[in-house]
């Protein structure tokens, strides 16, 4: 991975837009970026602008709330921003499926207030990473530099100083446990130790034999219940059709009528009552307009001509109007003879053709009647298929008096009424078995949901405790592997480390090996002859060097080719040491080194050393009382040539 730009608006001191070019030398043979600057100029800014874009949050460390996190971030932008913006953008190379990909992250803030609106783009070669959901755009991130592997290769002083003056070694605990991925072991057996705790808690007992025993005897039960439908089903249609030829017996001997001669009496009496009314209204509907409907044809000719008549009617009234109208006017010049001439000739012309015909009465009102035929005629149909049932009902009456046998209609009733109890009887019985039945029958369902469901369940549970037997083994794995890398990784870790502190410290046979304990990964180092080398022993400056070539070991046990971003680092240091450092140190300890330093460290002689590894160098400083930032590229090849100079207020 090659860092190639940083871009700030508006972050920190960088008021304004400021790029950095970081991309070293291609050969690989000038692999340092020098940034230099005096105490307050940004420097640290830098480091912290490089973090904030690849983690966002989580820069500032795995615990940091939301709250916390914007709070920082009202604190980094310029005060000199009027639209209260900032961002910071990060380009770098990384190896993708083969392909060296050209990545480009670009993290803004807008203060809202006191909150903060953070917004994140990530491209790949110039276009949107469109294959990965945005949000888990900060997790593919974090995949490329892990944030617990990046503080081997993003330090600055204050962590070398840390490890310096850390007796027990707990930040490098730390550190080596992150290298080694001890972390996401613990994380992932915790995991695991959760997920099966989680699995027993699901755990039941499913009695699939009660269940079974309950479906069988319910499916009996209904097979039982469905004979039985099947014998009284047969007997109610036997009972039905009994019924049947019992009420046609009955209404043989006359129905509930027949029952007595009086009531026999009455009942004839009010049809012929019936029908002499409706006698009566049919001679009515024959002495209106009725008969006109047996004429159909005859009727179409007689409103036809009642039409003619009503038209020469009219004819004859607009000829009376015309002339009144002309008395009426006299000899008013408006109206001429010709014009009543016309209007006679139009009038004339209105009439029909034909033989002239006078009617007794309106033709308007003969035109009314003739319309209610097709009515009057429905009404006949009526009255005359009620007359009918009426005269068929008063024969079968008078029959009935003539044959009357008393009691006949009464034993026909009895033997009706009893067959009828019989049958609302077995209906009843019959209701009740299917209900039961259907009853059955949703038990049965309900009964095989749930064997279907315990049968599913005994199948979780055999693949649950399959899953627990797995999560034990991978615990097991897992236990071996921690066992086996931490056994390689600590071997790599102290090789690099004797190699890199023996190349920078003065006293060069003063560790003669490092020993990390694999269980509580506290350190001891080791002189001539065994014996332990305390920290206290260590000047301040060997501590220092102790601290940067651990992280330096550290970084090279990781596997990982990442950039180093080195702060200060310089600062306790002598001037062997410093010698030692800038000529062993830092151009061999990765393909990328940017340095940031101060102007008081990197003195002539320091520079002369390091001058034949860089690749840039930048001078950034606060001009104007603080007030503007100036950054500015040097060509190093060219005795530190001014190429380029940004302001930004």
């Excluded at 236990?479 to 390689?488: A, K």
Aim: proline fraction near 3%.
């Amino acid at each position: 991975m090659i860092l190639v730009s940083l871009r700030l608006v508006n972050f920190g001191l960088y008021g304004g837009e400021h790029r950095f070019e970081l991309a070293p030398d291609a050969g690989g043979q000038k692999p340092v970026v020098l940034v230099v600057g005096h105490n307050g100029a940004g420097k640290t800014t830098f480091l912290e602008s490089v973090r904030l874009a690849l983690y966002g949050k989580r820069a500032l460390g795995a615990r940091i709330g939301q709250a916390e996190y914007e709070r920082h971030l009202l604190k980094r932008i310029n005060n000199f921003a009027t639209d209260r913006t900032a961002s910071v953008e990060l380009s770098f190379k990384s190896q993708n499926l083969g392909n060296e990909d050209i990545y480009t992250v670009r993290r803004a803030w807008a203060a809202r207030g006191a909150s903060v609106v953070e917004s994140l783009e990530f491209e790949r070669n110039g276009a949107p990473v469109d294959d990965i959901p945005t949000e888990d755009w900060n997790h593919y991130l974090e995949d490329i530099i892990p944030a617990g592997v990046s503080q081997l290769f993003f330090f600055d002083g204050e962590k070398i100083q840390d490890i310096a003056d850390d007796q027990e070694n707990t930040g490098l605990t730390d550190a080596i446990k992150s290298l080694l991925g001890i972390d996401i072991l613990d994380q992932l057996r915790g995991d695991l130790a959760l997920y099966k705790s989680r699995s027993m808690g699901r755990e039941g007992g499913a009695d699939l034999e009660s269940l079974q025993r309950d479906l069988e005897i319910a499916k009996s039960d209904l097979v039982f219940s469905e004979e039985e439908l099947g014998a009284l089903s047969a007997k109610r249609t036997q009972l039905a059709r009994r019924s049947e030829a019992l009420q046609k017996v009955f209404e043989q001997e006359g129905g509930s009528i027949a029952l007595s001669r009086d009531t026999l009496s009455e009942e004839l009496k009010r049809v012929e009552t019936d029908l002499s009314k409706q006698t009566n209204a049919l001679k009515s509907l024959v002495n209106g307009v009725a008969p006109f409907g047996l004429a159909p044809k005859l009727l179409a000719k007689f409103l036809s001509d009642v039409e003619h008549a009503r038209s020469q009617q009219s004819a004859l009234a607009i000829e009376a109007f015309v002339s009144s109208f002309q008395q009426t006017v006299g000899n008013d010049a408006t109206w001429t003879k010709t014009h009543f001439a016309r209007l006679r000739d139009f009038a004339e012309s209105r009439q029909s053709s034909g033989p002239k015909m006078a009617l007794s009465t309106e033709p308007d009102w003969v035109m009314e009647k003739l319309a209610q035929v097709p009515d009057e005629r429905v009404k006949v149909a009526k009255l005359a298929a009620q007359l009918a049932e009426l005269q068929k009902k008063r024969a079968t009456l008078k029959d009935q008096l003539k044959n009357f046998r008393p009691g006949a209609a009464s034993g026909a009733f009895e033997d009706l009424k009893k067959a009828e109890f019989e049958l609302g009887a077995v209906e009843a019985e019959l209701k009740r078995k299917q209900d039961t039945a259907t009853q059955a029958r949703a038990l049965i369902d309900r009964l095989e949901r749930e064997l279907r469901k315990s049968r599913d369940a005994v199948f979780a549970l055999a693949k649950a405790q399959e899953k627990r037997d797995l999560a034990t083994r991978a615990q097991a794995a897992l236990n071996d592997y921690e066992q086996r890398i931490v056994q390689l990784r600590l071997a790599s870790l102290s090789k690099h480390f004797i190699d890199a502190f023996s190349g920078l410290v003065t006293r060069k046979s003063l560790v003669r090996e490092v020993i990390v304990d694999p269980n509580s990964f506290q350190m001891k180092l080791l002189g001539e002859k065994g014996r332990e080398i305390t920290p206290s022993e260590l000047s301040a400056g060997e501590r220092q060097l102790f601290a940067i070539s651990m992280l330096w070991a550290l970084g090279r046990t990781s596997g990982r080719e990442l950039p180093m971003i080195i702060d200060t680092p310089l600062s306790r240091l002598d001037q062997q040491h410093r010698t030692n450092l800038m000529a062993n140190y830092v151009p061999r300890s990765s393909a990328q080194v940017i340095m940031l330093c101060t102007d008081t460290e990197l003195t002539p002689d320091l520079s002369e050393i390091i001058s034949p590894y860089v690749s840039r160098r930048f001078e950034i400083g606060a001009v104007v009382g603080g007030r503007r930032t100036e950054i500015t590229v040097l060509d190093h090849a060219r005795d530190a040539h001014l190429l380029e100079t940004t302001d930004a207020h």
